[in-house]
């Protein structure tokens, strides 16, 4: 019980730390140029107000601008032990994070660390976002496909221009990829067998990159010249959460790079291909989890920018990380 009272209580304890802070900005684009007239914004608490269930915690914004340096400097009084900020320019995908100021050591006594931070934050422009079919499901929310009705076991199509599963399982039209799913070591060992096969096409499958730590997390544009993999499997381990075991594939910094639908000619050369992206992890609970996926329904075109104001799913929502 005393651990949950420490931890719960960090803002009322944070208070003894209050003391005048600064954030030093540097805010760049990929290659290094600084970018001028940046907003950059620090969240901090302004008061903690007593009461039930360790009180509430009210906070404040505080603004500043970069310079022709791309450098700005953020004034504070910091009344927690630790902040949040963003950062955004006109012309650029935004991004942000949080500092701690102090940390909790033996004893669980607190020990302040620094009142002052430098942020090398570095920003990706918006260069030539399109309209996709974007499709925005986030692992362990309850919003995921779900395993077809009744099934334990099977191999099923999946759609991603529809985000769903192909018929007669959903109203999906074209496999872009299948899901082989076996329930039977689920049985035995807690644990599931899972893979993602592209056998469609001859050349359709994926390629797994690195995201960037900005909203717009992937290349702008899917490597046409790399290796396309035909199978993905899963880790055959249990992870219990809430009650049920999942599967787990890619950490939250990766993604999937996919050709699919991809036409030859006689001598097996592609001719046309369309081009998607799935933002890991990829999770299997009872249904196919991920953050997003998103298809570029235009020929031949490896963008994989999508412009977060058109959404071509059907009933798929707007405003979306691009």
């Not at 963003?86 to 033996?106: E, H, I, L, N």
């Not at 390629?207 to 730590?213: R, V």
């Amino acid at each position: 019980m005393a651990l949950i009272a420490v931890v719960g209580c960090t803002s009322a304890i944070g208070v003894i730390f209050q003391r005048d802070s600064t954030a030093y900005f540097k805010v760049t684009d990929f290659d290094g140029n600084p970018i001028s007239n940046a907003t950059v914004r620090v969240n901090t608490m302004k008061k903690w107000i007593p009461g039930e269930c360790f009180g509430r915690d009210v906070y404040m914004d505080i603004d500043g601008k970069t310079d022709t340096n791309g450098e700005a400097r953020v004034k504070f009084l910091c009344k927690s032990m630790n902040f949040s900020y963003s950062v955004g320019a006109d012309g650029y995908y935004g991004t942000g994070g949080g500092v701690g100021f102090a940390r909790a050591g033996s004893g669980f006594a607190l020990h302040q660390t620094q009142f002052e931070t430098n942020l090398v934050v570095r920003l990706k422009p918006i260069v030539n976002p399109i309209p996709m079919y974007v499709q925005d499901l986030k692992p362990y929310s309850g919003r995921h496909k779900n395993i077809p009705e009744n099934a334990q076991s099977g191999v099923w199509g999946y759609d991603i221009k529809m985000g769903d599963w192909t018929e007669p399982y959903g109203h999906g039209k074209d496999a872009d990829f299948f899901v082989e799913y076996s329930y039977e070591h689920f049985r035995k060992d807690r644990v599931v067998d899972c893979a993602l096969v592209f056998t469609n096409g001859v050349h359709d499958g994926f390629y797994i990159a690195k995201s960037t730590g900005t909203i717009f997390c992937s290349d702008y544009t899917a490597n046409t010249n790399t290796v396309f993999t035909k199978r993905l499997d899963f880790n055959s381990w249990g992870k219990k959460f809430k009650g049920n075991y999942a599967v787990e594939l890619l950490d939250d910094d990766e993604y999937l790079v996919i050709r699919t639908r991809t036409k030859c000619d006689d001598d097996g050369n592609v001719i046309s291909a369309n081009y998607a992206k799935i933002y890991g992890p990829i999770c299997f609970n009872g249904g196919f989890a991920h953050n997003g996926s998103y298809f570029n329904p235009n020929e031949n075109d490896p963008n994989l920018e999508a412009d977060t104001k058109v959404n071509l799913m059907p009933g798929g929502g707007k405003y979306f990380a691009p």
